[in-house]
């Protein structure tokens, strides 16, 4: 017997007996314990979101070895703040040095570097490189920067967080569904 057959066991012959005042009745009822549920999850959110924002200064500065190590599409990972926050630090094809947290704005997939952009696996989302703000897919907020500093000696570190850019890209980055296919008559 299926699963749906024993939470509601009704014949055919004997589904006439329940009328429309107590189907109603049933849907308002389900209908309030989602209102219920959905007013719950919203109060819990809006403390979060009074939160103040990062300083954009961290007490700890983390070794990254020396800036050439790095060859322009090259990237690695570092754990920044403890070991459950990861960043990637990446050299643009350009030659500039950039760093993220590896995590995802949509639903916080782990980001990879791809010589040219930022891509997010599980639902194909893309980031530009220079700024991280995404280019195609679900995501709608950039990805978080990490502050970068190279000293005297030639190594590098990350040093802070970068506030959030809130302009949106001046040029649009090269998504790989851009194509356009040719109409033939």
Known sequence: MSWWRRAFPLDLAEEGHFSRREFARFLAV?????????GYLWL??????TAPEPTGTHELAVALGRASDLQPGQSRLFTFRDAQDRCILLRTPTGEL???RQTCTHLGCAVRFRGERLECPCHEGFFEVDRGFPVQGPPTRPLSGIALETRADGSLWAVGELPKPTNVPTR????PRDTRMEVRS
């Open 98 to 100: 950039k760093a993220y």
């Open 44 to 49: 819990r959110k809006k403390p979060l979101e």
């Open 30 to 38: 389900v209908s309030a314990g989602f209102t219920a549920g959905i």
């Open 172 to 175: 649009a980055a090269a998504c």
